[in-house]
């Protein structure tokens, strides 16, 4: 969507496109996906052309859904109803769902997040404990996963959360070489994070 920010969009793609790199795994399908054709415009002004319509388009199965930030997410995103909707009807097949930063807005907006733990961005924690009150939202972690449900702080945190899901799908010999090859350090045990088993 329009204001989307960077990071929460390219981390997670750029992690999850370089297991097309590694051999010997189910390689990802990595795109992007939006309610128009039209360019989106970025928070700090990059243009991208979404791969498929959401509204319109017959689209691949959605494994991984990945909710980034964006500028409205506190606001008027949140009465997207057409978009709101949309991630419910992937929530019902997909295996995972994640968001970074206030994507966790979304999440709960949705209603996904019900009777799940979370995290998002840590000066909007408050908000959307506020917003979403019997949510349980915490605070001093990078990430939480609960079930298919993970949720991150976002920001350049958002790549950890996205290298964590790939240790988790195929192992940490693999997720060190995807850090590796982004020259990331990467060590699971040295980031904060709740996992709800």
């Known amino acids: 969507m329009?204001?989307?920010?960077?990071?929460?969009?390219?981390?997670?793609?750029?992690i999850f496109q370089h297991t097309q790199y590694r051999e010997n795994i189910k390689q990802m399908n990595v795109f992007t996906v939006a309610s128009t054709d039209d360019p989106i415009l970025t928070f700090e002004?990059?243009?991208?052309l979404p791969d498929f319509?959401?509204?319109?388009?017959?689209?691949?199965?959605?494994?991984?859904?990945?909710?980034?930030?964006?500028?409205h997410h506190l606001d008027t995103d949140l009465e997207d109803e057409t978009m709101i909707n949309f991630v419910k009807e992937v929530d019902k097949n997909a295996l995972y769902m994640t968001s970074h930063c206030d994507g966790a807005f979304?999440?709960?907006?949705?209603?996904?997040?019900?009777?799940?733990v979370s995290t998002t961005f840590p000066?909007?924690?408050?908000?959307m404990r506020e917003m979403f009150p019997a949510l349980d939202v915490r605070k001093e972690v990078l990430?939480?996963?609960?079930?298919?449900y993970i949720t991150s702080a976002g920001g350049a945190k958002s790549?950890?959360?996205?290298?964590?899901?790939?240790?988790y799908l195929y192992g940490a010999e693999i997720a060190r070489s995807l850090a590796g090859g982004l020259v990331i350090d990467w060590k699971l045990e040295e980031v904060p994070h709740t996992i709800i088993e």
Not at 143 to 148: I, P
């Open 45 to 48: 002004g990059m243009r991208i």
């Open 123 to 127: 000066s909007d924690i408050d908000k």
């Open 159 to 167: 790549f950890e959360a996205a290298l964590y899901l790939c240790e």
């Open 2 to 14: 329009d204001g989307v920010y960077n990071t929460e969009l390219t981390a997670p793609f750029d």
């Open 143 to 148: 990430f939480v996963h609960d079930g298919k």
């Open 53 to 71: 319509n959401y509204v319109k388009d017959s689209l691949p199965q959605i494994d991984i859904l990945v909710v980034p930030s964006a500028e």
């Open 106 to 116: 979304v999440l709960a907006k949705a209603g996904v997040l019900d009777g799940k």
